[in-house]
């Protein structure tokens, strides 16, 4: 038995998707199950039960001794919120009972971190353990992760293999339910599809001109890659990146969606919202060295590649 949570969501349900694709079909999949968007996601899906997120804690200590693995991406993931005790309680509280019972009923555990921990990068996108404690992130759904990080390292207790994911710019199917939330990269596709162009971001900072904001996009697959990878490997437990480990623009992603669509380009500039302005990452790039030395070794999608795989294998279908 594994344990998906955010099941119905982006990361999750594509999880569940690349679980069944290899033989693993006693999937508990574990959400609210409260949106209908989200839940089109797990149409067609091997799923042997559904588990509301409310009632999840109370069905584990009954049914723990049949999970193996322990999958959890289940979080409010809106960089926008500023409701603290809304995201305290779902990504940092709902995540130490998690943990707690991980420890308790000695479940391996891989969980959903986030490069929204990093803030502006003062101290770089590295994953050394040491200095995490140190982070500064700039929203409340970034601190309820870097909350939750270093709780995690601080425990006498843990469970005796664990991996937090700090996953980057996710992008790839099923995450047409995300709205302002999803990535550059759908945004891009349905803006071309209505319109004929795209509308980036216009720099508010001097370092960078128009479009040259930089990001570590990282396709679906590999992350769901990674996420297998961990629960064959079970061992180096400890806090890791997850992104391609390349910085790229806006302009190169956004260009690789024209061209994936076979459509000539047409790209201009708007005003960053005044209400992210000051919390704009104009850069983040994946130091993934930590991954690669306990032996992952699958090299990841370059942004093009991805982008046309998405494009042409999903978006244009639907």
Aim: glycine share 6%; net charge negative.
């Amino acid at each position: 038995m594994i344990i998906v949570t955010g099941a119905a969501g982006f990361i999750g349900s594509q999880l569940i998707h690349k679980l069944n694709q290899e033989n693993f079909n006693y999937i508990i999949a574990v959400d609210k199950f409260d949106n209908e968007k989200k839940n089109k996601n797990l149409e067609g899906l091997k799923i042997q039960q559904k588990v509301d997120r409310d009632d999840f804690m109370s069905w584990l200590d009954v049914n723990h001794e049949e999970v193996e693995f322990f999958f959890h991406i289940g979080a409010k993931t809106d960089t926008t919120l500023f409701d603290v005790e809304l995201l305290e309680r779902l990504n940092t509280n709902y995540t130490k009972e998690v943990w707690k019972r991980c420890v308790k009923y000695q479940i391996p555990l891989v969980y959903a971190s986030s490069a929204a921990t990093y803030g502006l990068g003062e101290y770089g996108y590295d994953d050394d353990e040491s200095n995490i404690d140190k982070l500064k992130p700039l929203n409340p759904y970034g601190q309820s992760k870097q909350d939750f990080d270093v709780w995690a390292l601080d425990q006498d207790e843990k469970p005796f293999f664990w991996a937090g994911l700090k996953f980057f710019n996710v992008y790839g199917p099923n995450e047409n339910h995300k709205g302002r939330m999803a990535s550059v990269i759908w945004h891009a596709f349905n803006q071309i599809s209505d319109t004929g162009g795209m509308r980036l971001f216009r720099s508010h900072n001097p370092e960078y001109k128009d479009g040259e904001q930089q990001r570590d996009f990282v396709y679906v697959k590999d992350v769901l890659d990674v996420c297998i990878w961990l629960m064959h490997h079970r061992k180096d437990s400890g806090i890791y990146n997850l992104g391609s480990g390349k910085a790229r623009t806006f302009l190169d992603l956004t260009k690789a969606v024209f061209k994936a669509m076979d459509k000539e380009e047409n790209i201009s500039f708007i005003d960053t919202p005044e209400d992210i302005r000051d919390k704009y990452q104009y850069f983040t790039e994946a130091n993934m060295d930590k991954l690669k030395s306990i032996g992952y070794g699958k090299k990841f999608y370059e942004l093009e590649d991805g982008v046309e795989d998405y494009v042409k294998g999903y978006l244009l279908l639907k």
